[in-house]
């Protein structure tokens, strides 16, 4: 039973591993039951290593065992099933990492849109990933004092679809919006608000995804794709029609600039928003020039006087290329990873924008706009009946053609402006990846929580 703790710690063989030439001792539970009513008992469990330092008495860096933070991992791609990470795994160096720098790792696995059932029922559709994760966050901090690990510091992680799941967790701390499905599958009682947040290239608010990429990418020249019948004449007119739909939108959100200023768009789709993400680009570039790397050939770069003075935005966008058709999340096939996220049990893929339903070529259902909302983490920013994690850091790669970089920017100025410490930065030379940075990732760690 997940509300009783079964496993003497001390009586765990002690493990060792190697990381970056050192040895790592820590103890593991695995694969723990989160909630009493799994749906999918082989996905619905949690890891946990724990650094050996702790059940000696000793401190890992700045943390005794009753401060040390929860660094909680999913390994999500594509809004599939995330099995729990482990040690042996994909993202095993992660989690020595995390152990060495002194923190309580927790792996949970989550439910994914493919999963299905023998009856060929769907388990994994929205909003099952996100109420999983806070199912297992929920345990975390039922289980305080039963463990090495401060409840109250609950840092979740994730790249693409699980940085998405990690923002959305950490926007969405305690609303009641999501307790029907927790008590259904028998999570804890109490909390499952969330610390600090890190996330790589969040793939999220995606009923204004294709909006905002196709505010950038329209006119630059499409990828190859497969035959589907629609001519690109036809792709041009959705990205038009899309990119004319994103100032509103845009404007709507309120946003205000690092000077104070608002971060507005014209109907033309050009405003100090652009100018903000121009500024962006440069002080990315200008991290890479201090860090000694040779721009000098970039051509949609100006520098002088080893400083870079500013950047031609559509120049960058066309050495990009766009990565993807319009509409890109929202597909008129239903073909999108978003379509399967937003399918129900019986229906592998739905619509979850008025412009997918209206447009759209194959028959099919769209989903209530109540569910797509609980998949956004901007849907809970500013709205009363939960909490938001007070700490952030983000990074998108500035090559990360995927989602670009206008999502990841205007999630975290809402924040900001919402008063949410956030660490924000578009790497120069990445694309959709993540952990390329960890001594700089633990360092926030201990920041945010000394």
Sequence with gaps: MIDLWMHDLM???VRQAQAEG??????????IPYVRN????????????????????RKVGPFSADQAPFFVLNSVGGYRSGLASTVEGPQGG????????GCVVAAPGLRGRELQDGQGEFLG???AAIVDLKAAIRCLRGWAGLLPGCPERVICHGMSAGGALAALAGASGDHPVYESHLRKMGALPGSDAVFAVSAYCPITDLEHADAAYEWLFCGVPPVKTQADGVSEEERYRHSMALRASFPDYLNSLGLVGPRGQRLTLDPEGQGPFLDHLSDLVVASAQAALDDGLALGGVP???IAHGRVRAVDFRGLLLALGRGKPA??????????QANGLFGSSRESARHFTAYGADQGLRPGTTVNPETVAMMNPMAFLGRKGGCCAPHWRMRHGLEDRHLFIA????????LQNLGAQVDFALPWGRGHEACYDLPELFQWIREVCV
């Design 300 to 302: 949609w770069l100006r």
């Design 407 to 414: 999502v990841a920017s205007y999630l975290a100025l809402r």
């Design 22 to 31: 050192s040895a790592v001792r820590f103890r593991a539970v695995e694969r």
């Design 11 to 13: 009586a765990l063989p």
């Design 94 to 101: 992660l989690i020595l990492a995390a152990l060495t720098e």
């Design 327 to 336: 509409p890109v999340y929202d597909g008129l096939c239903l073909e999108g």
């Design 38 to 57: 799994p749906m999918a008992e082989g996905i619905q469990v949690l890891n946990l290593y724990i650094p050996e330092a702790y059940l000696e008495g």
């Design 125 to 127: 559709k929205a909003p």
